[in-house]
């Protein structure tokens, strides 16, 4: 595998250069959904497991980190949301 250094990308062509900060982009995307997956799950199962050696999550568990986790999503997508509408006023 080698390395791309800065003089590699600024040789590239505009389109080029436009492609690769497109998929820097949407990779960083990715890492940020995986991170927010990563600590919405740990925070739900946290809350509500409560036996950590058990085969299967009762259904009292299972309620609890399903509305954890709708809550988690419902608020970021509100806090999303709110950031969009600042940013075009």
């Known amino acids: 595998m080698s390395s791309i250094s800065a003089n590699d990308i600024a040789n590239l062509d505009e389109k080029s250069k436009k492609e690769m900060l497109d998929f ?12 927010a997956v990563h600590k919405f799950t740990k925070t739900c199962f946290q809350k509500c497991v ?24 419902d ?10 509408n600042n940013a075009s006023q």
Do not use: H, P, W, Y
């Not at 820097?24 to 991170?35: A, D, L, R, Y």
């Not at 409560?50 to 999503?73: H, K, R």
């Not at 608020?75 to 969009?84: F, S």
């Open 24 to 35: 820097i982009e949407g990779e960083n995307s990715k890492q940020k959904i995986q991170m």
């Open 75 to 84: 608020v970021n997508i509100r806090i999303i949301n709110g950031l969009q």
């Open 50 to 73: 409560n036996n950590v050696g058990a085969n299967d999550l009762t259904s009292n568990e299972q309620q609890c980190v399903a509305n954890c986790v709708n809550t988690f999503l």
